[in-house]
């Protein structure tokens, strides 16, 4: 007998079969790997690094390896492949397909457009001949203030091509925000587009671009991608390819150029990608090539089981890591689908409505999404046909328990929920799905192949079944080269690895459960402990969200000057509901009964809604500080959040 609970989601026999994970399993059996299961097959890859990142790299046929795959274990520091040399837009466009489009481009009012690999290919190289005549050279760098529109990813391949280090933002970001994250780069062109579609509204950004290109006093060359069809230059001009010192993308494109990527060393920068920034200047996290390409090729290719046949989108933006991790689909062949736009526009269910009409084989979103979609009660596969789609993608945050049922029964029984939890620290997953692995409702999987992921106490012990520090105990490939401005690499140390020397500490608080999956309980420097007893938000949200009253929750715990302990429960009711003592008593219940009396809070306020990062992440920390009495203008960087007015509300309700 057992009290584990069942699996919501099984693979067939014969879809573990057809797998490429199992593939991979055969092809690194002369190399040692097991055949049994995935958690041999974890355990060995952990164990064996050298074997299996080496076997990763035969397989997914990479080039010839001239030295030792792992010259150093050393955290930070290791050594991945040194003697490599490759170019990550070379990885790219290794496996073009002739009869399927390499992008898929989406937006709320055009028609789609398909995009072929000779085109993408074709383009690339003449924007990387365009930059190199700019004077780009490997290592400086070029800049985006993009939408997630093709152009942006043919203008990081050619940037990448050159050997030069791509970084952008979306243009949700205003300028001041967007300068804070370029400008510590010193780069050399920007690119940007006129605008881009969202909520059924055109925003015009070339006043925008101004501001950012006047701001930006290192670049030489703008490139405007004309995305909104806001130009209203004179055909003279536009013939030009150039207007007020901007040239014009079809004139940065119009090089005939021969396909030729600079190879670089294995760890030569390829972007840099930016933390949150909510609390002080955004961190510039630098990533090679190398290390980006097999982490990508091992989660796309293995994790997510993608190839040739399927059509991969993921709703993010360039000012997000899930964006970068989109284009990976392209490495193992597979179609990936822009969106310039809004999940939820014209109506919630536009998502859906798009996988359905363009048959999406994978789509990642968030749980915000999801929870959204069931409390408009809706049916996607009653309302459409989602007969292509195999699996979703969940990051962000957790999936609840209860949105991971709902969308076994609205979205598909055998639509494989592929929750993933990882970083723009290491630009992938520490824990994700596998295609021949159970689903357990709430949970996350298992750990990824090559990730030597445990729980730890504050001693620095393993723990089960029980909340500990999520660390790293091996070096990952893709881990960063570097911080941006950080010539002793002290504030690398210092982000991981000052709590338990020579291991990386992530931040999170997890749970490893005796099935093996992964409990995540939000970030730790936000975790709730009253009375000694540390206690995760996620579990609270995951209650408090599934209550028909509650659109969305925010709970902090606040250490008062006095040595109280204050917890309050911010609560963004749905629409016409009011905070009555009716209401009140079905969420102070829920939580009694679906966790602990120790869980329910001190007090629950009405807010007019809850702000977040700009990639959806509840502003727990800033709050917290906010509450505690520190100075709103310090504890967060309004232009990181999406909603400032209520950065201004909580000052409010805190004076």
Same mark, same amino acid.
């Given at each position: ?29 002369? %190399?040692?790997?097991?055949? /049994? ?66 992008i !898929?481009? !989406?937006?709320? /009012? ?8 000779? +085109?993408?290919?074709? &383009? ?46 979306? +243009? ?28 059924g509204?055109?925003? /015009? ?61 294995? &760890? ?15 961190k ?7 290390? #980006? ?15 040739? &046949? ?39 269910d536009?998502?859906w ?17 999801v ?13 459409? /046909? ?15 328990? %209860? ?12 639509v +494989?929920?592929? %929750?993933? %939890? ?31 992921? $445990? ?29 941006w ?28 459960? $005796?099935h093996?999956?992964? !409990?995540?309980h ?23 969200? +599934?209550?028909?009253?509650v659109?969305?929750?925010? *709970?902090?715990?606040? @250490? ?21 003592? @009716? ?7 829920? *939580?009694? @009964?679906q ?9 629950? *306020?009405?807010?007019?809604? *809850? ?8 502003? @727990? #920390? ?9 100075d ?15 950065? &201004? ?7």
């Open positions: 007998m057992t009290n584990e609970p069942a699996p919501m989601w099984e693979p067939t026999p014969d879809g573990a079969a057809r797998a490429r994970i199992t593939d991979f399993a055969r092809f690194a059996r002369t %190399s040692g790997a097991p055949q /049994d299961s995935y958690d041999e097959l974890l355990r060995w890859s952990v164990d064996n690094p050298e074997s299996f990142w080496g076997s990763l790299w035969r397989y997914f046929d990479l080039g010839e390896i001239p030295g030792p795959v792992l010259a150093s274990r050393t955290m930070p520091g290791a050594q991945w492949f040194p003697g490599v040399r490759l170019n990550y837009a070379n990885v790219v466009m290794r496996r073009p397909q002739a009869e399927r489009p390499a !898929l481009a !989406l937006s709320e /009012d055009s028609p789609a457009k398909h995009i072929s690999w000779d +085109q993408v290919q074709r &383009d690339t190289a003449a924007l990387a001949a365009t930059l190199r005549e700019a004077g780009v050279k490997p290592g400086d760098r070029v800049v985006g203030y993009l939408p997630n529109i093709p152009e942006a990813i043919i203008a990081f391949l050619a940037t990448a091509s050159l050997g030069a280090v791509w970084a952008a933002c979306g +243009q949700d970001y205003s300028a001041p925000a967007a300068v804070a994250r370029l400008a510590q780069l010193n780069p050399v062109v920007l690119i940007a587009a006129d605008g881009y579609r969202y909520g509204k055109v925003h /015009d950004k070339r006043p925008t671009v101004e501001e950012l290109s006047a701001a930006l006093t290192s670049i030489t060359a703008t490139i405007l991608v004309p995305n909104i069809g806001a130009d209203s230059t004179s055909a003279d001009k536009q013939a030009e390819g150039t207007r007020d010192g901007v040239m014009d993308w079809a004139a940065a494109i119009a090089n005939e150029a021969e396909w030729a990527p600079t190879d670089v060393p294995f &760890d030569h920068p390829l972007w840099v990608v930016f933390s949150s920034g909510t609390t002080g200047l955004p510039g996290i630098v990533h090679g090539h190398g290390g #980006v390409a097999i982490e990508h090729l091992k989660q796309v290719g293995l994790h997510l089981d993608l190839g040739v &046949d399927d059509t991969f989108f993921w709703f993010t933006s360039p000012s997000w890591m899930m964006w970068n991790f989109l284009i990976a689909g392209l490495m193992v062949g597979s179609t990936v689908v822009t969106y310039d736009g809004s999940p939820a526009s014209p109506h919630i536009a998502v409505k798009l996988a359905a009409d363009h048959r999406v084989t994978v789509v990642g979103t968030s749980p915000g999404y929870l959204s979609c069931a409390k408009a009660e809706r049916s996607p596969r009653h309302d459409h /046909d989602l007969s292509a789609l195999r699996a979703v993608g969940i990051t962000g945050a957790t999936l609840p328990e %209860s949105s991971a049922w709902w969308m076994h029964r609205h979205v598909g029984e055998d +494989q929920i592929c %929750s993933i %939890s990882g970083g723009t620290d290491v630009v992938s997953a520490f824990v994700g799905p596998s295609p021949i692995t159970p689903v357990w409702a709430g949970e996350i999987t298992r750990p990824c192949l090559g990730v030597a992921l $445990d729980s730890f106490d504050t001693s620095g012990n393993s723990v089960r079944n029980g909340v500990g520090e999520l660390v790293i105990t091996a070096p990952m490939p893709s881990m960063p080269v570097a911080f401005n950080d010539p002793d690499g002290s504030k690398y140390l210092d982000a991981y690895f000052d709590t338990y020397p020579g291991i990386w500490r992530h931040g999170d608080w997890i749970s490893i459960t $005796d093996g999956t992964i !409990l995540m939000g970030r730790s420097d936000s975790t709730l402990n009253r009375h000694g007893v540390r206690m995760g938000s996620a579990d609270i949200y995951q209650v408090v969200e +599934q209550i028909p009253d659109f969305e929750a925010l *709970i902090l715990g606040v @250490e008062l000057p006095d040595g109280e302990y204050w917890m309050p429960l911010f609560v963004h009711l749905a629409d016409e509901v009011e905070l009555t003592d @009716e209401v009140q008593h079905r969420i102070v219940s829920a *939580i009694r @009964e966790l602990s009396p120790r869980h329910v809070p001190d007090e629950i *306020i009405a807010a007019p809604a *809850i702000p977040h990062t700009r990639t959806g992440k509840k502003l @727990e #920390v800033p709050l917290k500080k906010i509450l505690q009495g520190g709103p203008g310090r504890a967060v960087d309004r232009s990181a959040v999406d909603s400032p007015e209520l950065v &201004d509300w909580f000052a409010q309700f805190r004076r």
